[in-house]
């Protein structure tokens, strides 16, 4: 079983930067896809960004060269680095493992001035 806890959620004004940490528990985790999806209110969720087992990353257009994601297996985490954000960023992100098949809770982040 694989548990999934998002963190660093917050209110931010346009431009700013913001830090989202996964921490993530069970095993197997270094062998899996791991990856951040989001959703805003009324609309679908949508993947921000994905990192494979070997480092490989894909981001959603909408934060392609301002969102960048990292791993670390050896402390099981998957991070979001989140830069010049913009009042469309606002959203619920969540922590995803093995291609969707684990979801975390969800960190609310608003962009706001």
């Known amino acids: 079983q694989v548990q999934l806890v998002e963190s660093g959620g917050g209110v931010v004004q346009p431009g700013d930067s913001l830090r989202l940490s996964c921490a993530a528990s069970g095993s197997g985790l270094s062998a899996f896809s791991l990856g951040w999806y989001r959703q805003a209110p009324g609309k679908q969720r949508e993947m921000v960004a994905m990192?494979?087992?070997?480092?490989?990353?894909t981001y959603g257009r909408s934060v392609e060269g301002r969102f960048t994601i990292s791993r670390d297996n050896a402390k099981k985490e998957v991070n979001l680095i989140m830069t010049s954000l913009k009042p469309d960023d606002t959203a619920v992100y969540y922590c995803?493992?093995?291609?969707?098949?684990?979801w975390g809770q969800g960190t609310q982040v608003i962009v706001s001035s």
């Open positions: 990192i494979t087992s070997d480092g490989a990353t």
């Open positions: 995803t493992a093995a291609w969707g098949i684990y």
